[in-house]
């Protein structure tokens, strides 16, 4: 094997797994209440909502009870910089790795999300229209960008390596944690900051994200509205919150007698190219991204024990997808539990991919696949749905689906 084929396939290692999230922060709550299979979307109470086509979210309430950050940080920075904090912490904590110790110019951080810090940013062009430009917060310019988060957590910790800002609608954490794996391989940092984070509950976030045209209207039945794949779907229902995981290689990972939570061992990503926001109906392009990244993990289609949909509950988006993982992996689908867990805490846009992939990992430590709520009646027979309540199922290897507008496609292999 040559050393670009090497580098092609070298997995790499996930020690520490940091989450906010509507079903929990930290990965002990959080995990109790996903196999639970409780849901934790409700009406959006922190402003007035009542006007907005879709005002139900999956939403945290008590970040602050986690926060290390200080209050004169916290007025230069917006909510989604904070999750990004408080989950880069968590991660660093679980994988027993004191940032003071490693080299700054050796260390990364690739993040993903969607839409960038809003509530900052529309509080302040409030104050600007109100005030002038005397009302306007001098930190309004860093807050709101995409890359806040990045830039935030590199200057909390003072890391200076390689690190890098995704932006690709719903599939921007799943690319950042894709890419990030690549950036490893060439041995040019020892660790790596991973996932994602999304804030889209503020009002004009919220405005924004019903012109998406994919919410669902439900709003008297919140906990039921979310509803993948079923013939009742309406739109997914939007939801807040960070995963960030550490990822370092197996060797560094091993010789510092690290926990190690599962490897990243292939990736793929593709687009349709059709639409500026729908996917192509026939779901080729998705399945050859899910292709690329089984050949990568040098998998093939009956090595897979889980997968994690992505679950729009649109049709054109659910159909397709279905199509893709038909064409892919034919009569085995029907032996290989599914589910879409995001079901129970909302669809965290640029972060869900990073979330589903903490969950896919949490199955395989406890040997429990988590459900998808509210599918009754599946548009589509024949996938081995799990649903209503988690299914004990032993995961050595896992699929992750994360999509986004435009027809962006991207599929992560992680391994026990």
């Not at 912490?89 to 969607?114: M, S, T």
């Amino acid at each position: 094997m040559n050393e670009k084929e090497k580098m092609r396939v070298e997995k790499k290692a996930i020690t520490g797994i940091g989450v906010v999230s509507p079903s929990g922060i930290g990965k002990r709550q959080f995990w109790a209440n996903i196999k639970s299979g409780r849901s934790f979307i409700k009406k959006i109470t922190r402003f007035d909502s009542s006007k907005y086509p879709s005002h139900i979210a999956g939403q945290i309430d008590d970040l602050e009870k986690y926060s290390h950050i200080s209050e004169r940080l916290l007025k230069k920075i917006d909510a989604f910089s904070h999750m990004a904090l408080v989950a880069s912490e968590l991660a660093l904590q679980d994988a027993g790795i004191d940032i003071k110790n490693e080299d700054p110019n050796l260390v990364g951080i690739f993040l993903g999300n969607a839409i960038g810090g809003w509530l900052y940013a529309e509080t302040e062009l409030r104050d600007l229209y109100l005030e002038g430009r005397q009302g306007v917060s001098p930190y309004m310019a860093s807050a709101w960008f995409p890359a806040a988060p990045q830039g935030q957590v590199s200057i909390y910790y003072g890391i200076k390596g390689f690190s890098k800002t995704v932006i690709a609608d719903r599939a921007g954490s799943l690319m950042a944690l894709g890419y990030a794996r690549k950036v490893l391989s060439k041995n040019k940092l020892n660790m790596i900051l991973a996932g994602g984070m999304e804030a889209p509950v503020s009002p004009y976030a919220l405005l924004c994200c019903n012109t998406y045209g994919s919410l669902s209207t439900n709003n008297d039945n919140p906990e039921i509205a979310y509803r993948p794949f079923d013939r009742q779907r309406s739109g997914f229902v939007i939801g807040e919150g960070a995963g960030i995981v550490v990822m370092e290689g197996i060797e560094r990972a091993r010789k510092r007698g690290a926990n190690i939570w599962g490897y990243i061992s292939g990736y793929g990503t593709s687009c349709d190219g059709v639409d500026r926001i729908n996917p192509a109906s026939d779901g080729k392009e998705l399945a050859r991204a899910i292709k690329m990244a089984l050949d990568e993990a040098r998998l093939g289609p009956g090595d897979i024990d889980y997968i994690s949909l992505d679950g729009a509950a649109v049709e054109i988006w659910d159909n397709s997808e279905i199509r893709a993982l038909e064409a892919v992996f034919g009569d085995k689908l029907k032996n290989i539990p599914a589910s879409c867990p995001k079901s129970m805490f909302g669809n965290l846009l640029g972060a869900s991919g990073a979330l589903d992939m903490i969950v896919a990992l949490m199955s395989m430590e406890h040997g429990l696949i988590p459900p998808t709520l509210n599918l009754e009646a599946p548009v589509v027979k024949g996938l081995n749905y799990v649903v209503d309540q988690a299914k004990e199922y032993k995961v050595n290897r896992a699929l992750i689906i994360s999509r986004g507008r435009g027809g962006i496609n991207s599929a992560l292999v992680i391994e026990k």
